[in-house]
């Protein structure tokens, strides 16, 4: 495994992957930034952020904010303007030691 500090910064949080702790509980959210539609032709990308209580829970894998990269309207053999497309994964796991506040 290479060491962390080679790494960019955003990546840094998804190389060091921590081990479950007894007395835990953890939250594994998958899912993607698939795209935009309704903002005419330009090139767009999409800034993102996860939003957490960080007194209650950490981000023990994956990153909490990410942006993804930058996508022209596709353009139907019609002509007509469709929407940009970005497939960006989004993955993290969420750790607490209270399920009190649950997400």
């Not at 998804?14 to 594994?28: E, L, M, N, P």
């Not at 309207?73 to 993290?92: A, M």
């Amino acid at each position: 495994m290479r060491a962390t500090r080679d790494l960019p910064k955003q990546l840094k949080g998804h190389a060091q992957r921590k081990t479950h702790r007894t007395g835990t509980a953890d939250v594994h959210m998958v899912g993607e930034l698939t795209g935009a539609v309704g903002f005419g032709d330009a090139a767009l990308y999409c800034t993102w952020q996860l939003v957490y209580d960080n007194q209650l829970w950490e981000v023990s894998r994956g990153i909490a904010q990410g942006h993804t990269h930058a996508s022209s309207p596709l353009l139907p053999e019609d002509g007509s303007l469709s929407g940009v497309v970005w497939e960006t994964p989004i993955d993290f796991v969420l750790t607490t030691t209270s399920i009190q506040h649950w997400p």
